[in-house]
């Protein structure tokens, strides 16, 4: 099956810093890719889509200039958190299509759990 | 306005039967999701009904009624690994997902 990674799983940073969060498909190339948040005991909450090559789709609500999304290659995303806050902390999630294997389901990578102090 | 209902928490006891219930309501349909969440890891995908009616795999299966708007997912033989939450999710016309917040699944020996 396809295989999407996330990196960090873990981080703390200080308050006002910028962190930085990839998200790759390992086996497949994905067009599109998306970013979610998970807050403890919630839902999941679709932040942005990504597609390859283009600018992010942000949800409403979610301000595009502290999260910047980047699609640089059809393998890999990454999302910063910047001049983050501890209210940004929070499990972060993506998730690809790989439209080789299925028009509909997504695959998650593991997530990554940012803790800001 | 996009909605899914899922109960908070259920609890059931190892090797028996579990069902947990989904309705939803979303601007266009297709397709309904089932995903297992273990605590502080991403979802792993269960099932994907678009037609009405059963599927199953193994000992998870899971059903759709487009018309009532409402799915189930199915557990049998429940095992302690089976402790997770349960994620409902819709997808609408625009391919979008819309999230359930849930059902805490506690397997009791």
């Known amino acids: 099956g396809a295989v999407v990674s996330q990196h960090p799983s873990r981080v703390i940073c200080k308050s006002g810093t910028s962190v930085k969060i990839e998200c790759r498909s390992l086996?497949?190339?994905?067009?599109?890719m998306f970013w979610y948040r998970q807050f403890p005991k919630q839902s999941l909450m679709l932040m942005a889509t990504?597609?390859?090559?283009?600018?992010?789709?942000?949800e409403q609500g979610v301000e595009k200039d502290k999260f910047l999304i980047n699609h640089a290659s059809l393998t890999l995303s990454t999302l910063t958190v910047t001049s983050a806050h501890p209210e940004d902390s929070s499990f972060y999630i993506c998730?690809?299509?790989?439209?080789?294997?299925?028009?509909?389901?997504?695959?998650f990578g593991p997530g990554t759990r940012l803790t800001v102090t | 306005g996009q909605n899914i209902d899922q109960p908070t928490e259920m609890t059931a006891t190892e090797g028996a039967i579990v069902q947990i219930n989904c309705t939803y309501q979303?601007?266009?349909?297709?397709?309904l999701f089932w995903y297992q969440q273990h605590a502080g890891e991403a979802p792993t995908f269960l099932s994907y009904?678009?037609l009405d009616g059963l599927e199953e795999k193994g000992r998870f299966s899971s059903f759709l009624s487009r018309s009532k708007g409402y799915s189930y997912l199915l557990l049998k033989e429940l095992q302690m690994k089976d402790s997770a939450s349960y994620l409902c999710?819709?997808?609408?016309?625009?391919?979008?997902?819309?999230w359930g917040a849930g059902t805490k699944l506690i397997i009791k020996p």
């Open positions: 999710a819709a997808m609408d016309s625009n391919y979008q997902l819309i």
């Open positions: 990504s597609n390859e090559g283009s600018k992010a789709t942000y």
């Open positions: 086996d497949f190339q994905a067009t599109t």
């Open positions: 979303t601007s266009g349909f297709n397709g």
């Open positions: 998730s690809a299509r790989d439209p080789g294997q299925s028009d509909y389901e997504q695959y």
């Open positions: 009904n678009v």
